[in-house]
């Protein structure tokens, strides 16, 4: 099973963009039918999904991000990389990387999650 692990800065400020990272281990982020989400927990809110880079490179985010989100990877490295531009205080929360294979929301593992604060 691969494990995750999320990086990234705790602290952004409103209007910057959010570049986060997640390190993969324990198997390929090219193994076929592979998805590598990001999904995010405000506090005190339930979790939202934001998006997904396949195996093959490809991307899908949710409609709810689409015009902020930039998914990406470094292949040389085993990365994920999640960008989110214009951030705002609401977009305060705990940021997971997740993997899932087949279907795309049947997220097998998770990384820990990173706290991640915008300051107004």
């Known amino acids: 099973q691969v494990q995750l692990q999320e990086s990234g800065p705790g602290l952004v400020k409103s209007s910057q963009t959010l570049s986060l990272t997640c390190t993969v281990s324990?198997?390929?982020?090219?193994?076929?039918?592979?998805?590598w989400n990001w999904i995010r927990r405000p506090p005190g809110k339930g979790l939202e999904w934001i998006g997904y880079?396949?195996?093959?490179?490809?991307?899908y985010n949710s409609p709810s991000f689409r015009s902020r989100t930039a998914s990406s990877r470094d292949t040389s490295k085993n990365h994920v990389i999640l960008e989110l531009t214009s951030v705002t205080p609401e977009d305060t929360a705990e940021y997971y990387c997740?993997?899932?294979?087949?279907?795309?929301?049947?997220?097998?593992?998770w990384g820990q999650g990173i706290q991640v604060t915008v300051s107004s």
């Open positions: 997740a993997s899932s294979r087949g279907s795309w929301n049947d997220f097998a593992s």
């Open positions: 324990g198997g390929s982020i090219t193994d076929r039918f592979y998805y």
């Open positions: 880079i396949k195996h093959d490179g490809s991307t």
